[in-house]
């Protein structure tokens, strides 16, 4: 039987890279990808499958849409203490000094922004306790164009006029604080003008998880519905694939960490105490569980939804997939590694 063509969009994580690079095989499939792109949840069907938000993607199921055949595969993960940002003078240190404040955000559908609100809220600040500002961060990250699932602005919320952003308006004292997805360069400085609201965000991340049990994710893959229909076994197959290659990156990376001076340690802390998280695949895990249905109740708390979505719709149809595919498609993929 020949392979079947299927073109895939995502970014270049460590995680994947084995998969980019041939290492692993998707089986029944010759796979191109493309590394760069939009991130959308209406990308194009010349496209199999693609990295798309999470939030979005769970909006759609909360909307009874449904059209993308997401799987549990949680590629991007962090937490969103650190990414609050303020002039390094600033008298501002914690969540809780947010309340009563102009806080800026790149996008507000987007995935992040909502686990940053969702660290606000469990401090204290809620979506209404700030006057939210959406633009884009500097000049070198032009504003997008709106996307089609993108939410409408709550009333506490206005937009900078072009050629504005968020980063000249902080420093014009515009605003008090930003949430973004990037931290801007001035942070990586020593005498840099813009430094974390919460400096010691490691620390604080590491009692947030211990309270809530919550590691968020961000970004999920996730195929058109008319190619799972058509190929439902090259869904599972690379979702194995995604597997092994984590497996593959894995190993690497626990010999060797040479990506900074404590990598080690980090991998050893993803290990012991986020072992319920580990490896980010499937949604049976307690831990998993417990993501999925924080990330619905939040839409529905922000008042993005008027009914949440179930946690146990957004990948039925995966399982279903999975229940008829799984075994002999596993096999296969760690065959090819």
């Known amino acids: 039987m020949s392979e079947v063509q299927i073109s895939i969009r995502v970014r270049p994580y460590d995680q994947i890279c084995p998969l980019l690079l041939g290492d692993v095989t998707i089986p029944g499939a010759k796979a191109t990808f493309e590394i760069h792109g939009r991130l959308e949840t209406d990308f194009p069907k010349s496209l199999a499958a693609a990295e798309v938000s999470f ?6 199921y909360a909307r009874g849409e449904g059209e993308l055949v997401g799987i549990p595969a949680f590629i991007l993960r962090g937490f969103r203490h650190r990414n609050f940002f303020v002039l390094a003078d600033s008298d501002l240190r914690d969540l809780q000094s947010l ?3 102009r806080v800026g955000t790149n996008a507000w559908s987007d995935t992040g922004t909502l686990w940053a609100r969702a660290a606000m809220r469990e401090a204290g600040v809620g979506v209404a306790d700030v006057q939210w500002v959406i633009g884009p961060l500097d000049e070198t990250s032009p504003g997008r164009g709106p996307l089609p699932d993108d939410l ?3 009333p506490n919320a206005e937009t900078l006029p072009a050629q504005d952003t968020l980063k000249a308006a902080l420093q014009e004292g515009r605003i008090d ?3 973004v997805a990037f931290a801007p360069p001035e942070v990586f400085r020593p005498d840099g003008s813009i430094r974390r609201l919460i ?3 490691v620390e604080v991340e590491r009692e947030y998880h211990r309270r809530t049990g919550i590691y968020p994710n961000f970004h999920i893959m996730a195929f058109h519905r008319h190619f799972a229909d058509r190929h439902p076994e090259l869904v599972v197959g690379f979702y194995e694939a995604l597997r092994r290659s984590w497996e593959v990156w894995w190993t690497k990376a626990t010999r060797f960490s040479e990506a900074s001076p404590w990598a080690m340690a980090d991998l ?3 290990a012991i105490d986020f072992q319920d998280d580990t490896p980010p695949f499937g ?3 307690t831990a998993h569980q417990r993501m999925l249905r924080a990330m619905c109740d939040e839409q529905h708390s922000q008042h993005l939804v008027d009914q949440p979505a179930r946690p146990e719709d957004l990948f039925a149809r995966f399982t ?7 075994s002999a498609t596993g096999r296969s993929a760690a065959g090819n590694a």
């Open 268 to 270: 050893e802390t993803l």
């Open 99 to 101: 309340r009563g404040k």
């Open 152 to 154: 409408p602005l709550p």
């Open 177 to 179: 604080a930003m949430t």
């Open 283 to 285: 949604h049976e895990s």
């Open 320 to 326: 279903t997939l999975q229940d008829t595919f799984g």
């Open 199 to 201: 400096q010691n965000y």
């Open 55 to 60: 939030n979005r993607y769970v909006l759609s």
